[in-house]
């Protein structure tokens, strides 16, 4: 009998994965019949893991203590979107995209740890906006007038103490005001993730990183297929009718899209 199984012992050891799951296995309290599925690891973050590091790769498994660290939304169950994030970071830094990166709606600094690493792969800053104080109540009308303040467990010297990293720039005030006198005039990014839950504050984000995003760079938007946050679905739709790339959906819990920046676009 198996007390715990752990996902990334699993991907590292295929050849027992058969053998376990023909029998019962209790996960984080709750039982695993044999007909259970089971989701691998990527390979190059589990089979393949001591070939990407020696390759110099900076993400993975590695990191998922912080990506799971505080956070009330159960992080643990959303590997997905881990993966999801650590695949686009490796994207870019085999490409040899570079610029800066930016998140809209940093909370905890679960996903934020991604692009303060990026940043220090590519010599650049990771600009992580936030109130740090939960939703900010003048967005909190139109289609998002029914949900409810939000978000507010957290602090700027939380989310330092997380990330620690020399590459991040918190940021904290209303978005867009806040990005006076925070951001250079001229920067340009490679990753940028927009995870604000709602319209106002995802149309702004939209607006203004889009056109500076490098071509080849990767607009990350957290919660648009999830059927809660609808803002996000309704700012992402109106925004993208005229431009040519289109999203691209990833299977995480909450439905994650993304677009790469179309390398004719200007």
């Given at each position: ?53 020696a390759g110099g ?116 005030g209303y978005f ?91």
């Amino acid at each position: 009998m198996i007390d715990e199984l752990n996902i990334f012992d699993l991907a590292d050891n295929r050849l027992q994965i058969q053998e376990r799951l023909n029998r019962r296995l209790f996960v984080r309290g709750r039982t695993l019949q044999r007909e259970s599925y089971v989701s691998h690891v990527p390979d190059r973050y589990s089979a393949k893991y001591q070939k990407y590091l020696a390759g110099g790769g900076s993400f993975g498994k590695h990191l998922v203590e912080k990506f799971i660290a505080g956070n009330r939304y159960n992080n643990s169950g959303d590997l997905s979107r881990f993966f999801f994030l650590s695949l686009a970071c490796d994207q870019l830094l085999k490409e040899g995209i570079r610029g800066d990166a930016a998140e809209l709606g940093v909370y905890r600094g679960n996903t934020g740890i991604f692009l303060a690493k990026l940043a220090e792969q590519t010599g650049g800053k990771a600009y992580l906006f936030d109130t740090y104080e939960g939703f900010p109540e003048q967005d909190l009308n139109g289609i998002d007038s029914n949900k409810e303040f939000e978000f507010d467990d957290t602090s700027v010297a939380s989310v330092k103490s997380l990330i620690a990293s020399d590459s991040a720039v918190y940021v904290k005030g209303y978005f867009p005001e806040s990005i006076k006198g925070n951001l250079p005039d001229h920067s340009t990014f490679c990753l940028v993730h927009i995870d604000c839950d709602l319209y106002f504050p995802c149309k702004a984000a939209l607006e203004y990183f889009y056109p500076r995003i490098v071509p080849g760079g990767f607009l990350i938007m957290h919660d648009y297929s999830s059927l809660y946050w609808d803002g996000i679905e309704r700012a992402v739709d109106e925004f993208l009718k005229d431009k040519s790339e289109s999203v691209i959906p990833v299977p995480d819990k909450s439905g994650t899209v993304a677009i790469r920046k179309s390398k004719a676009s200007r």
